[in-house]
């Protein structure tokens, strides 16, 4: 098709299409690439975007060099105090050239730092061990980067059986009940590690006060709601997850003796009823797992399970975040290779919320948005369902 042809189909270009167009070809200009490197006004621009575009072609290499330290445990052994190449190299088992190689990659990304004659932690280094459940995601993204080996037949769907469809076997199973334990172990592992990061954020978004009980779907192996009954001693929590997940659960309250007040219902929302008597619901990284017809009949669920006036958080990273945008990449990707599901930005789920009857949807700040945001929908607080908004 000419350009001519595409430009018709598409209709005349306003202002903003323009201006566009005009400094992405300007930008595509050796000779003006050239010319911004050297201006001195333009040049920490022109050096920025540079390093910008290398950093995109060479992120594969970036997240290698990262998962060589998570696999060699680098960084806990520098967690003590500075050591050198040669100490580093025999207890990880390498040459010391290749340590040295590695250590100056790892001191590239500032994940280490040079000490002298050794090297110590940088300030990545530091901060991942203080978040554990990076490495493990990280460690899991070994799965990850074999399905994106070749992302066009991915994204053709020429990759049917992937390592993450396998690791997240809910997902591609017909009879998602029916997965025993030793099919969920894994993935429950995972959540549980992870959850970590932003059970707090959530927690302190939403301080819960008003509510009597709390249900989580897809709660996972409890990590959530042991949190959330340590924050209010008066609340009751339900769980609802896979059965083999809701025994895992179930074996967490008794292990924090919240059995008094923390119960775990095996059952498929796909399939199964909601259990009743919550006045608040939580979807803590679940909606973005499902695909859109799953995820519009599991919010007209939850309507209908809330009492008038009851509150549905819906707490997951989103697409389209200000500043955070490259998050939304990631998912996509990751959600592609495990089959189902996808991410969706604020404005989609709030209008999917009020399409599914909710009367009010908000979001609210959290402390990092990039790992989650939060959307708090309430129900109709009259006697019937019924949306007074719709996007």
């Not at 302190?204 to 001693?233: E, S, T, W």
Request: include cysteine.
């Amino acid at each position: 098709m000419s350009n001519a042809a595409s430009r018709s189909d598409r209709g005349r270009p306003n202002l903003r299409s323009r201006w566009f167009e005009a400094r992405n070809r300007m930008l595509g200009q050796p000779g003006f690439q050239r010319w911004a490197s050297t201006f001195p006004l333009t040049r920490p621009i022109a050096h920025g975007r540079a390093s910008s575009l290398f950093d995109l072609c060479a992120g594969f290499v970036y997240s290698q060099i990262l998962f060589a330290c998570v696999e060699l445990k680098l960084l806990e052994k520098l967690a003590h105090g500075p050591l050198t190449a040669e100490t580093l190299a025999a207890q990880c088992d390498l040459s010391p050239e290749a340590m040295k190689r590695l250590l100056d990659a790892a001191v590239a990304l500032q994940l280490a730092e040079k000490h002298g004659e050794g090297y110590g932690l940088g300030v990545h280094g530091a901060a991942f061990l203080g978040n554990p459940a990076v490495g493990a995601m990280i460690a899991h993204h070994a799965m990850l980067y074999r399905d994106l080996a070749d992302p066009v037949a991915l994204l053709k769907g020429g990759k049917p059986d992937t390592e993450l469809a396998k690791f997240w076997p809910y997902a591609v199973a017909e009879d998602a009940a029916s997965l025993d334990a030793d099919a969920v172990g894994p993935y429950s592992q995972l959540m549980s590690t992870s959850l970590s990061l932003l059970a707090d954020d959530v927690l302190d978004a939403y301080p819960f006060v008003d509510h009597a009980c709390l249900l989580d779907i897809g709660g996972g192996g409890g990590d959530f709601l042991v949190a959330a009954a340590n924050r209010r001693p008066d609340l009751r929590v339900i769980l609802f997850d896979l059965p083999a997940v809701a025994a895992r659960a179930e074996a967490k309250f008794e292990r924090e003796r919240l059995s008094g007040r923390a119960t775990a219902i095996g059952g498929d929302f796909k399939r199964d009823p909601l259990p009743e008597g919550a006045d608040l619901i939580s979807l803590v990284r679940v909606a973005h797992d499902l695909d859109d017809a799953d995820l519009d009949a599991l919010l007209a669920k939850i309507v209908a399970a809330l009492p008038p006036g009851g509150i549905l958080l819906l707490a997951e990273p989103l697409a389209e975040v200000p500043g955070a945008e490259h998050v939304g990449a990631y998912f996509s990707m990751y959600l592609l290779a495990m089959q189902r599901g996808r991410p969706r930005s604020e404005a989609e789920l709030t209008k999917r919320l009020y399409a599914a009857g909710f009367a009010r949807v908000r979001c609210v700040a959290t402390a990092r948005p990039m790992l989650t945001s939060l959307l708090v929908a309430q129900k109709s607080a009259g006697i019937r369902n019924r949306a007074v908004r719709r996007d």
